[in-house]
C-alpha cells in the first residue's frame, strides 16, 4: 500500500483538544468494555492527536508482555494477528514498560537516536516493511497510575508532520484517560486471594478478616491464612497463580539455586525484598517473586541481575525465605567465651615473666583467633569500623563496632587481653610494635574463610594505653542505580543528565552520605567500550574494569586541580573529580564541560539549591557555571526499618496531620499523593536488628534539574530563596518531602528522617 499524501488538517489549539478529549472521554464512560470504546473513539483520536497510527498496549502475564488491544489506524491488520512486546529494553513499547517514561523519536530508523535512549533499543523495521510505510517519527508513553497499566504509542509517516513536546503532553493526557478506564475494567478482575473465595474454600468475610489481621501483626496473609484458616500452601499457590498469570512454585528442598545469578547479591537483601533466581542463567533467569506485578521491583531486579530475559514464578513469602534462609555453617562455631577461657589456659601456661613489655612473641593462638573472630564478626553484622579500646586500669576494654552508622559494643574484653589484641592487630598491619607513644597508620588484608577482607588501620596513644581503629574496605565493585532508593521520578533525570555528552552534574551532601556510590552508579552506566572515562579519588574506594582510576596524594601535590589538568590533555568523554573543594578545581570542572566533556564532581552542601551560591560564592563566573551546570543531586543516609520484625499500623489523626504538614499540603495533593489512607510502619526489634528495630540505611534525595529559568537566576546570582522556590517549581521534591514519601511506603519511620534532614531545615 502506497502513502497517501500528508495527514492532513490544521493542528488543534489546546482548548479545542482539550474539548474533544473531553467528548471522547464521555463516549468511553458510557461504552461497556474498553475494547468497544476504542473502536468507536479510534478515528476521533487519530484526529485530535494528529497522527497515523496508534497501538494502545495493556500489560499481561504480570509485568512480563504488553498486549495489543487496539490499533487505530490500522485497520486492515487490527484483527488479523495478535501483537506482543516483551518488557525489554529492546523494542520502544518494551522500553517505555519497563522504564515507565515517555520517549519521543524523530526517526525510527535512526539508530544512534535510539542508543542515546538505550544502547540496546531497536526498532522492529518488519512492521514498517510489511506494510509499505515509512514510519518515521514516534511517540510512546507509559499508561499508569500506581503501577504500570500498559503503553501508548503514536506514529507518523516519512513526510507527515515530526512531533513535539505538545505532542508528547497530548499523549500524555490521553494516557491518563486511558489509565482511568484500564484501572476500572482490572479492579472487577479482584485480588490475589479471590479464587479461594470463588472455590468455596473461604468466605469474602474469613478473607477479609485474614486480611486485617496480616496487616495489623506485620505478617503475610498467606502465613495467616495457613495458621488460622488452615489453608494448604498448593490451595493459596493455585489462586495467586490464578491472579498473577504465571505458575505458583512451592517451596523444595532439593533444588539446587543458580550460584552464577546469586553472586554478589547478599541474602539479606533478597530476603528482605522477597525475591530470588530459582534457575537459569544470565540468558534466561527464572525469578521466584511474592507478588510478580510490581513493577518497582521487577525493575530492581532487571538492574540488579541485568539478564537478557526474564520468566516469573510466583511464590509464598515463607517459601521465599526459606529458599534464602543461611544455612552456611558460621565462620568459626567457637564463642567469645570459650576463646577466653583458651587465652586463659594460655597465659597460664606460658606464663610471661614481663607483663608490661610484651612483644609479639607472646602472641598465642588463642590471640589470634580472638582477633581473627572479631573481625569475622564485625564484618558478618555489616560493620563499617572497629575499635579496641583500653579502660582505666583495672577495668576490661571494649570492643564496639559501627554499623549504619552508629557504634555498638560488640564485646567487652579482658584487661589483660586487650593490650595484647591491640599487638596483634599492629602485627597484621606491619605498624611498628614497640613504638606505643606515637599514632601509627597502616593497612592490612586478611583472608578469613573464603572472604578478603581489607582494613585501614590507625593506632592513637591514650592516657590508659594504645587505642585502635580498623575500617573495613569493602571491596569496591559499584551498586547499580536501580538499587539506590531513587524514586522513579529521579533516577530518569540522573539517566537523562548522565546520557549528555556535556556538561557538569554535582551530587552532594555531608561525609559519608553515599556520594562517591551513587557517583559510580552513575558511571557504571556510562562505563561502556565507546566512552574514555578518567576519575580522580581519594581514596578511590570502587573500582570498576574500564575506568581509569587515579588516586590523588596531597601529599606530594598531586591534586585534584593538577589531576584534572593532566586529564584534559588525556582525551577523555567523562571525568569523576572527587571533590570541588576550591575555587582552581572547579573552574578546571567547568572549562572541561563546556568544552565538551561530561564532568561529575561532589561537593559538602546541605541542599541542592545552597549548592549553586556556595559555588558561586566560591568566586565562579556565573555565566559560565549557569551554562555547565545540568543538575545537582543531595542526598543523606537515613536509617531503615528492620524488615524482619517492623509492624504496620494506621497512623493517628495527629501524626497524619505532622507528616501532611511538614511535607506541606499544596505539594502533597500536587504530587498526587494519597492523603487518607495511610498504612506506615514501626520498630519493633529482633534478633537480626540487635533489639533496635532498625537495619540498614537508605538515601533519601532532592534532585535539582538546572532547566532555562534556573539558568537565568544563576546567570542573575539570584538569592538562595529564589533559586530553592523555581527548583520546586520545576519539579523538585526536597529531601524531607522524599523522606516523608519513603516513611509512607514503609521503609523508616518520623524519628530517623528527623535525625537526617531536622526539623528547621527547608
Ligand atoms: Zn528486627
Known sequence: MLVQGIRGGERLSEEQFLARLKAIYQIIRQSKTLEVALETVGEGLLDILGVRLFTVYQCVENGKELLAIYRGGDAEYNSSSEIRVHFSATSVAGYVALSQRSILINDVNDTSELVDIHPRLQFDRRFSDERGWPIKPMIAVPIKDEVMLGVLQLINFEGDPSFDSSDLKRAAFVSQMLARQFRESLQSNGGPFDQLVKQGSLSSRDLADAQANASLRG???????????????????????????????????????????????????????????????????????????????????????????????????????????????????????????????????????????????????????????????????????????????????????????????????????????????KVISRLNIAERRLPQDGKCKLKLADRHIEMRVATLPTVHGESVVMRLLTPGSPMQLETLSLSVANQREIMTIATQPHGLFLVVGPTGSGKTTTLHAVLSKLNTPERK????????????????????????????????????????????????????????????????????????????????????????????????????????????????????????????????????????????????????????????????????????????????????????????????????????????????????SGHSDYSQLIQVVGVAID
Open 219 to 425: 505478617a503475610s496473609v498467606s502465613s495467616v491464612l495457613m495458621d488460622n484458616y488452615s489453608l494448604s500452601a498448593e490451595a493459596i499457590g493455585k489462586s495467586l497463580a490464578h491472579h498473577y498469570r504465571v505458575p505458583f512454585m512451592a517451596y523444595d528442598p532439593a533444588l539446587i539455586l543458580p550460584l552464577r545469578l546469586l553472586e554478589n547479591i547478599s541474602k539479606g537483601y533478597l530476603r528482605k525484598n522477597l525475591w530470588l533466581p530459582v534457575a537459569g542463567d544470565k540468558n534466561e533467569a527464572v525469578i521466584l517473586i511474592d507478588d510478580p506485578s510490581n513493577h518497582q521491583r521487577i525493575m530492581e531486579i532487571q538492574g540488579v541481575l541485568n539478564a537478557r530475559n526474564y520468566v516469573f514464578r510466583v511464590g509464598l513469602p515463607e517459601h521465599i525465605h526459606l529458599f534464602l534462609r543461611d544455612d552456611s555453617p558460621p565462620e568459626s562455631s567457637t564463642s567469645f567465651e570459650d576463646l577466653f577461657s583458651v587465652l586463659a589456659s594460655q597465659s597460664k601456661a606460658a606464663q610471661p615473666e614481663r607483663l608490661d613489655d610484651e612483644d609479639h612473641g607472646s602472641e598465642t593462638s588463642g590471640m589470634i583467633q580472638l582477633v581473627n573472630r572479631v573481625i569475622a564478626e564485625a564484618d558478618r553484622l555489616g560493620a563499617s569500623d572497629i575499635h579496641i579500646e583500653p579502660s582505666r586500669e583495672g577495668a576490661p576494654g571494649s570492643v564496639r563496632i559501627r554499623v549504619d552508622g552508629l557504634c555498638r559494643q560488640l564485646l567487652v574484653i579482658p584487661e589483660e587481653h586487650c593490650a595484647a589484641a591491640i599487638a596483634r592487630v
Open 533 to 744: 572515562i578518567w576519575t580522580a579519588e581519594d581514596p578511590v574506594e570502587i573500582t570498576q574494569d574500564g575506568l581509569q582510576q587515579v588516586q590523588v596524594q596531597s601529599k606530594i601535590n598531586f591534586t585534584f586541580a593538577m589531576a584534572m589538568r593532566a586529564f584534559l590533555r588525556a582525551d577523555p568523554d567523562v571525568i569523576l573529580i572527587g571533590e570541588m573543594r576550591d575555587k582552581e578545581t572547579a573552574n578546571i570542572g567547568i572549562e572541561a564541560s563546556l568544552t565538551g566533556h561530561l564532568v561529575l564532581s561532589t561537593l559538602h552542601t546541605n541542599s541542592a539549591p545552597e549548592t549553586i551560591t556556595r559555588l558561586l560564592d566560591l568566586g565562579l563566573d556565573p555565566i559560565n557555571f549557569s551554562d555547565a551546570l545540568l543538575g545537582v543531586l543531595a542526598q543523606r543516609l537515613m536509617r531503615t526499618l528492620c524488615a524482619n520484625c517492623k509492624q504496620a499500623y494506621e497512623p493517628g489523626e495527629s501524626e497524619r496531620l505532622r507528616l501532611l504538614e511538614w511535607y506541606g499540603e499544596e505539594d502533597f495533593v500536587n504530587h498526587g499523593l494519597e492523603t487518607r489512607q495511610w498504612t506506615l510502619c514501626k520498630a519493633v526489634g529482633c534478633s537480626e536488628c540487635g533489639g533496635t528495630g532498625y537495619k540498614g540505611r537508605m538515601a533519601i534525595h532532592e534532585m535539582l534539574v538546572c532547566g532555562s529559568r534556573l539558568r537565568g537566576l544563576i546567570y542573575r546570582r539570584a538569592s538562595l530563596d529564589e533559586l530553592r522556590h523555581q527548583a520546586a517549581q520545576d519539579g523538585m521534591r526536597t529531601m524531607r518531602q522524599d523522606g516523608i514519601e519513603k516513611i509512607l
